[in-house]
């Protein structure tokens, strides 16, 4: 698996890029960014994009990415999520005000994008891959995902709190290549974090002992407030039986 780092940030600066990322050229999990960091041609060679959650900062450039498909007539970009998310792209995002509605145009018989709802936990193909979306703890519906391929298996957590049964089915994941894990706020943010569901390196290491083999799962940390980056980065420096990482922009990984 070819993993590219588009965004990896819990908010934007002219240094910092909201959650996107590329697997395989293939597949973009989430759409922070999916545009402003990434060239037309590469946009263009996207099946799918995964979308974990109808928060702004993770599906923002899905309308200039929708746009720009049209104009360069390419295939129906498949947008994946839980039946609410695509609900709310639906009614409060393609909906011919916010932003036109991109299944129909440029025609309902060859729209820019079309949607799929996951049935949590349930597998589905897609591009190539086998997905499935495992519900986690959000302020809203949010789902991590599994990506399953014949070499392994990579999970995205999505954005999220202290939660449980992600935890169970990535111990149930043969061949788990990596995880990608939200942390957002340090620890002397930590109610805030509770308010608005994300995790302070405090939470995140007690969810991370969830999993059988913490150390051995490299584990790569997205999703920092630009403001409390450096903060962060130290505390979660410190954490012991964990394999941590904090992700770059343009970062590239074979897993």
């Known amino acids: 698996m070819d993993l590219k780092v588009i965004g990896c940030h819990g908010g934007e600066t ?3 890029r909201t959650s996107a ?9 989430d759409a922070g960014s999916l545009t402003s ?4 041609k590469a946009q263009c060679a996207l099946e799918a994009c995964l ?6 900062d ?4 899905l309308a200039t990415i929708a746009d720009n498909r049209t104009q360069n007539r390419c295939a129906p970009l498949i947008v994946a999520g ?3 998310t695509i609900e709310i792209l639906k009614k409060h995002f393609f909906n011919g005000l916010l932003w036109p509605d991109f299944t129909k145009i440029p025609n309902a018989s060859h729209p820019a994008i079309r949607y799929l709802v996951l049935k949590p936990e349930t597998p589905t193909k897609i591009a190539g891959y086998t997905v499935r979306s495992i519900l986690v703890s959000h302020t809203i519906e949010c789902g991590g995902f599994i990506i399953e391929s014949k070499g392994g298996a990579l999970a995205y957590s999505g954005d999220t709190g202290p939660t449980d049964r992600l935890w169970t089915v990535l111990n149930e994941t043969p061949k788990l290549r990596a ?5 957002s706020f340090p620890n002397h943010q930590q109610r805030l974090a509770k308010a608005s569901g994300h995790h302070t390196p405090q939470t995140l290491l007690t969810d991370l002992k969830k999993l059988e083999h913490p150390k051995e799962l490299p584990t790569l940390l997205y999703h920092i407030k630009p403001v409390f980056q450096r903060e962060v980065e130290k505390e979660c420096a410190k954490l012991r039986g964990v394999n941590l990482s904090v992700l770059n922009l343009g970062d590239h990984f074979i897993l």
Do not use: C, N, Y
Not at 21 to 29: C, T
Not at 58 to 61: E, F, T
Not at 179 to 183: D, R, S
């Open 179 to 183: 995880l990608l894990m939200e942390v």
């Open 14 to 16: 002219p240094k910092h």
């Open 21 to 29: 990322f590329i697997l395989d050229d293939r597949v973009a999990i």
């Open 37 to 40: 960091g990434m060239e037309l």
């Open 82 to 84: 839980t039946k609410q």
């Open 51 to 56: 979308v974990s959650h109808a928060h702004l």
């Open 58 to 61: 993770h599906i923002r450039d």
